[in-house]
């Protein structure tokens, strides 16, 4: 198979799947109806990468399919390591959302954590000028026994602040 009929497979394939005619596409992606003819046909030796871009965001196709399809070698080399490389934009687009969720849960996660160091603090502060009554045999309620089981609770309360960050709710492509 030659780039122009790689090219035309992909289009053609990607415009049935989106259930798109010929004038739907080239409407959507902003050209003429013979220009997305020619370059289905393959009377278009390299298309316009811009034009290529917008097909492949139209459609939900890989950039780098539709490039190396068009001929572009060249520009192959720039998405050899890229891990993204045979993603769709609407693939990538998705992967985008899925790290800004992620970047707030973990925000969120972090700032509870914080809230309750902070908190335990001022107990630990509460229990230590408890036992500094205590000490001084100064009038209190206060007890050794009820400053243990303070502090035996403070030790859950850090407990749960010392557990990972769940990392399955990583975005699986990253």
Not at 58 to 77: F, H, I, T
Not at 79 to 94: I, M, Q, R, V
Not at 158 to 171: F, M, N, V
Request: proline fraction near 2%; include cysteine; charge should be negative.
């Amino acid at each position: 198979m030659n780039n122009s009929e790689a090219l035309t497979t992909l289009i053609v394939g990607g415009r049935t799947a989106k259930e798109y005619s010929q004038r739907e596409l080239a409407r959507r992606v902003g050209i003429s109806n013979s220009s997305l003819n020619d370059i289905e046909n393959g009377r278009v030796a390299k298309p316009d990468p811009e034009i290529l871009k917008r097909i492949a965001e139209e459609l939900d196709l890989s950039l780098q399919q539709l490039l190396k399809a068009a001929g572009y070698n060249e520009v192959m080399s720039w998405f050899s390591h890229d891990e993204f490389k045979n993603k769709s934009t609407k693939d990538l687009k998705n992967t985008i959302e899925e790290c800004r969720l992620f970047k707030y849960d973990i925000l969120d996660w972090d700032a509870n954590k914080r809230k309750k160091a902070l908190k335990i603090m001022q107990n630990l502060n509460e229990i230590k000028l408890g036992l500094r009554l205590i000490k001084e045999d100064a009038e209190t309620d206060y007890t050794l026994d009820k400053a243990l089981e303070d502090i035996d609770k403070e030790i859950q309360e850090l407990k749960e602040i010392a557990t990972k960050y769940d990392y399955s709710k990583l975005p699986k492509d990253i």
